[in-house]
């Protein structure tokens, strides 16, 4: 059974820095997902990873993939206050439909 | 807006009830999944369907199921409803199942059972 793992879990900083989130996860998995969550929210698709190596950047966001070893990572660039959020990271089993989320991080960036 | 809709947006109800909750999802995708978020369980996926067939099952309750109609919307029903149901209850769809998959969700339905 396919295990998402974030860490961490709640991250505060400051504007202007620069962090990572990191997401491993536990058996093969074909594809990888990137979601943010606002307060009381419905999800939203930031990136999705398909293979090994792959690199996707929007704006001060970029993730990426290595299959080897099971680890997907969200780097935030420069934060902003606006980038405050829960981001998920979530894992598509090989051959199998579900899609199993992580704890999410909750990013707090203090002005 | 994903094109993803959920009724109701809110729903309280009591303990021992039965509600059903309705997705509606993005036009021309067949396939839908369904999550539980609370709290301090995460984001838990409870079933999927694609093209009115169920293709995976997770952690759902015996007293909770799902069906996916010929129109493709999609309802889930919870029944003997306990105070511990309460949580967000999210749709998401797809246009395909497996690989090159993107799920959009839905605004959700806030279940409260008191």
């Known amino acids: 059974e396919l295990k998402v793992e974030q860490n961490p879990l709640f991250l505060s900083m400051q504007e202007g820095k620069n962090y990572t989130i990191y997401c491993n996860y536990s058996t093969t998995s074909d594809r990888l997902y990137w979601y943010r969550q606002d307060p009381g929210k419905s999800l939203e698709s930031l990136f999705v990873?398909?293979?090994?190596?792959a690199v996707k950047q929007e704006g001060r966001l970029m993730a990426s993939l290595d299959t080897k070893a099971r680890l997907s990572t969200l780097h935030i660039t420069a934060a902003v206050h606006d980038l405050s959020a829960t981001y998920f990271c979530?894992?598509?089993?090989?051959?199998?439909?579900?899609?199993?989320f992580g704890k999410g991080t909750r990013l707090h960036i203090l002005p | 807006d994903s094109g993803v809709t959920q009724t109701p947006k809110h729903l309280i109800t009591a303990t021992g009830q039965r509600v059903t909750l309705r997705c509606s999802p993005r036009?021309?995708?067949?396939?839908v999944y369904w999550y539980q978020q609370s709290l301090d369980q995460g984001l838990q996926f409870l079933i999927q369907y694609y093209n009115g067939e169920e293709r995976a099952k997770g952690n759902i309750l015996e007293r909770f199921s799902a069906q996916q109609f010929p129109d493709l919307h999609s309802e889930l029903n919870l029944s003997s409803l306990e105070l511990g149901d309460s949580a967000l209850y999210f749709c998401a769809s797809s246009a395909h199942r497996g690989l090159n998959t993107e799920a959009f969700f839905g605004q959700g339905t806030r279940l409260t059972v008191v």
């Open positions: 036009s021309g995708d067949l396939s």
């Open positions: 990873l398909l293979s090994n190596g």
């Open positions: 979530a894992g598509g089993p090989m051959r199998d439909d579900k899609i199993i």
